[in-house]
């Protein structure tokens, strides 16, 4: 598949990750649908940026977690460019979790944007792309699923079900889908992060620094056309981390 004039859907792509995942995949031609849920004006500045750029983009704006959001989105989408071609299940939610304060609605929140979120979109854009018979699905999940942090457990779990779900999706959805996720390692530091975390981060991470949203650009085009006989697999991007 190639980007040029292919379209893409990124969820949460108004800012961060997605943000930087929609200017590079523009930047190599590519149509994209800016996704948000509550920051319009912040998506809105994504799509001219593409825009003013010479590319072309729309947003759409819906709760992941539900189902009919996703539908709305789809129509949206096929009304300005007729096909969708790629979805990029980028959104998702990250807070500290210590394990004796973690609430019932502390997984609820997890559990419906992180893990079911990305099941409805894949479920909805995946059955539009096998009628097509084309199609490419990269989920964000990250390296936490395989080596889960103790105070943020619920996040971990949910992007284990995102590993889980990945490779469910590349046996239902082949041949004519390819679904595939990028794991990354720490790209961002989070707000909450202090001093000796981030020390503690950088000495456990064999390339001994923090990696890049363009790092996890620079992936997921890669899985969208550097090649069509990858599917089911998750990628590392994390420096070495999950090494040690």
Known sequence: MKLRDSTVLITGSS??????????????GAKIAV??????????????????????ALTVQGDISKINDWKVMLKAILHKWGRLNVLINNAAIFYRTPVFDITEQDWDNFLNINLKGTFWGSQ?????????KNGK????????????????LPYCVSKAGV?????GLAKALAP??????IAPGTVLLAEEYDEEEEK???????LKRVGSPEDIAHTAAF??????????????????????
């Open 124 to 132: 909805i854009i995946g059955k539009h792309m096998w009628e097509n």
């Open 163 to 167: 590993v889980a779900l990945t490779k």
């Open 200 to 206: 503690m981060l950088l000495e456990r991470t064999p």
């Open 176 to 181: 004519h889908v390819l679904v595939n996720a």
């Open 223 to 244: 899985l969208i056309e550097g090649s069509d006989f990858i599917t089911g697999e998750i990628i590392k991007v994390d420096g070495g981390r999950s090494l040690s």
């Open 35 to 56: 996704h948000f849920h509550s920051q319009k004006d912040k998506a809105l500045q994504t799509a001219n940026e593409i825009i003013q750029r010479g590319g072309d």
């Open 15 to 28: 800012d961060r990750v997605g943000r930087t995942i929609a200017l590079h995949l523009a930047e190599k």
């Open 137 to 152: 699905i990269i989920n964000i999940a990250d390296v936490s699923a395989e080596s889960p942090w103790a105070n943020y």
